[in-house]
C-alpha cells in the first residue's frame, strides 16, 4: 500500500482562513519529505521539502516541520489566498539513503480558496 | 532558463496506435522519470532511469516502452497494449543521488485515447 497518507480533499477555504493539510508517512529510517503543488492544468512544482527529523521546510508562507515521533509533516499556512487554490501532494524519497532519488507520493489534497 | 519541456501538451490517438510522449532537459540532471496521473490517484511512477543507456521499470510499466540515448531526452512510448492509456503523463528528472535533492517536473503531456 501506499507510504505515503494525505487528507482527503476538497478543503475549502474563505480568503486569509488558517490552512492545514495532514500528511503522515511510513517509512524505514528518515528519508527526505516534500510538499509539492500543481496548479490547474500544469505539471508539478516543489513547495518546501525537509531533509532530517525536526526540520522546518518553508516557503511563500507555507510551513511543515519534520515530526519523526508522529511520522507526519502537516503542511500549513497562516492566511490563505485565492491564488493558493491548487492540488498539494505530499511526498517521501523512496529509499533512505540508496542511489536514486525516487518519491513516493501522496493521493493529493485538493485546496479551494473562496474570495 | 533551465527546465524540463514535454510536448505536446494535448495529444490524442485513436485505440491500437502506438504513441510517442516528448520529455527533453537541459538542467545535466542524470535522472529522468516518467509518472501517470490519474485522477484521485496521485502519481504513479511508470519507468526511471539513472544514466544513458540504462532504466529500470517503475509500479506500472505494462504497456510502456522507454529509451535513454542521450542525457537529455526521455521519451515514453505508449503502446497499444497499454489497457487504459487515457492520463495526464508527468515527466521529472533530477539530480542522481543524495537525500536533500528534489525532482523537477514538466508541464505534462494529455493523452487522450478513443
Known amino acids: 500500500g501506499n507510504s505515503v497518507t494525505q487528507m482527503e480533499g476538497p478543503v475549502t477555504l474563505s480568503e486569509e482562513a488558517f490552512l492545514t493539510i495532514n500528511c503522515t508517512y511510513t517509512a524505514t529510517g528518515y528519508p527526505s519529505l516534500f510538499w509539492y503543488v500543481q496548479y490547474p492544468g500544469e505539471g508539478l512544482q516543489l513547495l518546501l521539502k525537509a531533509t532530517k527529523a525536526d526540520d522546518k521546510g518553508s516557503n511563500k508562507g507555507f510551513e511543515a516541520t519534520y515530526r519523526k515521533e508522529t511520522t507526519s509533516f502537516h503542511l500549513e499556512k497562516g492566511s490563505v489566498q485565492v491564488s493558493d487554490s491548487a492540488v498539494y501532494f505530499c511526498?517521501?524519497?523512496?529509499?533512505?539513503?540508496?542511489?536514486?532519488?525516487?518519491?513516493?507520493f501522496g493521493t493529493g489534497t485538493l485546496l479551494a480558496v473562496q474570495p | 532558463d533551465g527546465g524540463i519541456t514535454q510536448s505536446p501538451k494535448y495529444l490524442f490517438r485513436k485505440e491500437g496506435q502506438n504513441v510517442t510522449l516528448s520529455c527533453e532537459q537541459n538542467l545535466n540532471h542524470d535522472a529522468m522519470y516518467w509518472y501517470r496521473q490519474d485522477p484521485g490517484q496521485g502519481l504513479r511512477l511508470i519507468y526511471y532511469?539513472?544514466?544513458?543507456?540504462?532504466?529500470q521499470k517503475g509500479d506500472i510499466a505494462e504497456g510502456y516502452s522507454v529509451s535513454r540515448e542521450k542525457k537529455e531526452s526521455f521519451p515514453l512510448t505508449v503502446t497499444s497494449a497499454q489497457k487504459n492509456p487515457t492520463a495526464f503523463y508527468l515527466c521529472?528528472?533530477?539530480?542522481?543521488?543524495?537525500?536533500?535533492?528534489?525532482?523537477?517536473f514538466g508541464p505534462g503531456t494529455r493523452l487522450t485515447v478513443t
Open positions: 511526498a517521501r524519497r523512496r529509499n533512505y539513503g540508496g542511489a536514486t532519488n525516487k518519491l513516493i
Open positions: 532511469s539513472q544514466i544513458v543507456n540504462d532504466f
Open positions: 521529472a528528472s533530477s539530480i542522481e543521488s543524495g537525500q536533500a535533492y528534489e525532482q523537477y
